[in-house]
């Protein structure tokens, strides 16, 4: 996994969004933060600088402070929302999707969309906190990235 500049975040690689909005989680990625274990995961809105998404999962952050705002939505960490339905909490948007065997997981062009998302474009990733794998659409880390052609696309 390579950074991109001294000192600068680790990135896995690119990923792309394919047909029916299927993401690919980078199999390093996917092992580190042990989705293995997860059959649902959450996405929440990335930071206003680097946009897309962070994925992580309810065992990931039950334990901190995002997992305690959580708590006071059982909707979302019980999944009885909709699959893709957003949920705004103190101006970040929460949704949540099925991780598949296959190291992938689905979003809607509708919840892209509530992301700031293009269909048919793609994301950098990259490691967030321990907290959160980083799905990175835009800003700084985003274009350092695309100077780098070796980086490999999922």
């Known amino acids: 996994m390579p950074q991109l500049v001294k000192g600068g975040k680790y990135v896995f690689g690119w990923s792309e969004i394919r047909e029916r909005g299927k993401i690919t989680i980078p199999e390093e990625a996917y092992f580190e933060y042990k989705f293995n274990k997860d059959k649902k995961g ?36 019980n999944y009885s929302l909709e699959e893709g339905e957003i949920i705004k909490i103190q101006e970040k948007i929460y949704c949540w999707t099925i991780i598949s065997k296959d190291k992938s997981f689905l979003i809607s062009e509708s919840t892209l969309k509530s992301f700031k998302i293009e269909v048919n474009r793609k994301l950098l990733v990259g490691r967030g906190s321990g ?24």
């Open 42 to 77: 959450i996405l929440m809105s990335g930071s206003k600088t680097s946009g897309g998404f962070g994925l992580s999962s309810y065992r990931l952050i039950k334990n901190s402070s995002i997992g305690k705002i959580l708590d006071k939505f059982p909707e979302l960490i």
């Open 131 to 154: 907290l959160a794998l980083s799905f990175i659409a835009k800003g700084i880390i985003y274009e350092e990235a695309e100077k780098h052609d070796q980086l490999p696309i999922y």
